[in-house]
């Protein structure tokens, strides 16, 4: 059997791109040769002659003939992904990484944290867990973004709500037609009684930070908090040494880890 080549990309064909916001889009893509993945897993995402970039897939492992990665245009290859058009060609290097162990959720209650951009995986977490809800207590979604505008996925919140997900939503800045909380998304915290039994942390690293110390202040365990640590990665594949966290490899071990496994590394939220 001939040796894969972990370097190679598989072509695919952009089939849709939306606009969430002014600076995030949605690409969704048919690959040549179906790829599957783990929610929380990445790929790398390749545009010929400029680059590649590493992003976790924010569609359903469960569609195997199409992907989608929500990409917020924040530097050189993003801007160049941000500039293709519908039926242009890419690559899609992977899967890469550990996705989120579902196993360890089973029978309890789940509580997703999320901010700004870092939906984009959760939201696959998300669209798993519905597709196996009736595998744990209660799923839960908290999220928050700077401004109504900055909100992703606008039109899918009602849809998730009808799956049964219990979900509450802050804005940082709100406007006048904004009916929901306003503040910081750990403010959601204070609306919800919890079980303190899993929760899933996934934003910028300010973010993921205070949401981690305000679980641990209500009482949740270090090894119940796993947390999507995306961090320089470069390679992918554990040779280059750019995701270094502590003695792991973020692109190797990760990106999802537990609390208790980073939680006496330095600079974790650096």
């Not at 050189?76 to 899967?95: F, N, Q, Y």
């Not at 089973?106 to 901010?115: F, N, S």
Request: hydrophobic share 35%; net charge neutral.
């Amino acid at each position: 059997m001939p040796m894969v080549n972990p370097y190679k990309p598989v072509k695919a064909k952009l089939k849709k791109i939306v606009d969430e916001t002014p600076n995030i889009k949605t690409f969704t893509l048919v690959l040549e040769e179906q790829m599957e993945f783990k929610t929380g897993q990445f790929v790398q995402f390749t545009v010929p002659e400029v680059g590649e970039a590493p992003f976790t897939p924010s569609s359903s492992p469960y569609v195997k003939d199409q992907m989608e990665i929500t990409i917020m245009s924040a530097g050189r290859v993003t801007e160049a992904i941000h500039s293709l058009k519908e039926g242009d060609t890419v690559g899609i290097r992977g899967p890469l990484g550990k996705g989120y162990p579902l196993e360890e959720f089973k029978g309890k209650e789940v509580l997703i944290l999320g901010g700004g951009v870092g939906m984009a995986p959760l939201r696959s977490l998300l669209l798993t867990l519905i597709a196996q809800k009736k595998d744990f207590k209660r799923i839960l979604l908290l999220y928050g973004a700077k401004t109504p505008q900055d909100i992703i996925y606008k039109g899918q919140f009602a849809d998730w709500r009808k799956e049964g997900v219990e979900i509450h939503r802050s804005v940082d800045n709100g406007d006048e037609d904004w009916k929901e909380k306003v503040g910081v998304v750990t403010v959601l915290l204070d609306d919800v009684k919890l079980g303190k039994e899993v929760v899933i942390i996934c934003g910028p690293p300010i973010m993921m930070k205070f949401g981690t110390l305000s679980v641990l202040e209500m009482g949740y365990k270090p090894e119940n908090i796993y947390l999507s640590m995306e961090k320089n990665m470069s390679c992918g594949i554990g040779k280059c040494g750019h995701c270094a966290l502590g003695h792991y490899f973020v692109c190797k071990d990760g990106p999802v880890f537990k609390y208790s496994e980073i939680k006496d590394i330095e600079g974790i939220w650096d």
